[in-house]
């Protein structure tokens, strides 16, 4: 049997092992790369959204909003001068009503100087006066 150990399928008596430090070097090293981008790109969004304009005359501002149900709710915002009630439901969001100027002082959510927080009329009661009832 001289002539299985020169056969195309025998194993090799010893095989020699890639080094293992050089790859894992190298994995290492692009994960670290790949952690770089993300937190450089999290950093320049960042500093790009702070360039926006800020606040603005026509911005957008939440002044409060309350849950109506379980994916439901109606939100207060302001809109430049101008506030809105609008309801928010599962993909959809519909204005409820636009409050003019002779309205908007009657529930400014902001209470005098001279009042304390107690005056201040809770959303649940501008919405009911709101929608009339």
Do not use: Y
């Not at 002044?63 to 506030?83: F, I, Y």
């Not at 993909?91 to 908007?104: M, P």
């Amino acid at each position: 049997m001289a002539g299985a150990a020169n056969a195309p399928f025998a194993a090799p008596a010893a095989a020699a092992l890639p080094g293992t430090g050089g790859g894992l070097l190298r994995v290492v090293l692009a994960l670290l790369l790949v952690l770089g981008a993300v937190l450089a790109a999290a950093w320049c969004s960042r500093r790009l959204r702070g360039l926006s304009g800020g606040h603005s005359a026509g911005s957008l501002e939440v002044l409060t909003q309350v849950t109506l149900g379980s994916r439901e709710r109606a939100v207060l915002l302001r809109v430049g001068t101008r506030r809105l009630l609008v309801g928010v439901a599962a993909g959809s969001v519909r204005t409820l009503h636009v409050l003019d100027d002779a309205q908007e002082s009657a529930i400014d959510p902001s209470p005098p100087a001279a009042a304390g927080a107690d005056a201040r009329p809770s959303f649940k009661a501008l919405l009911l006066r709101s929608l009339g009832k």
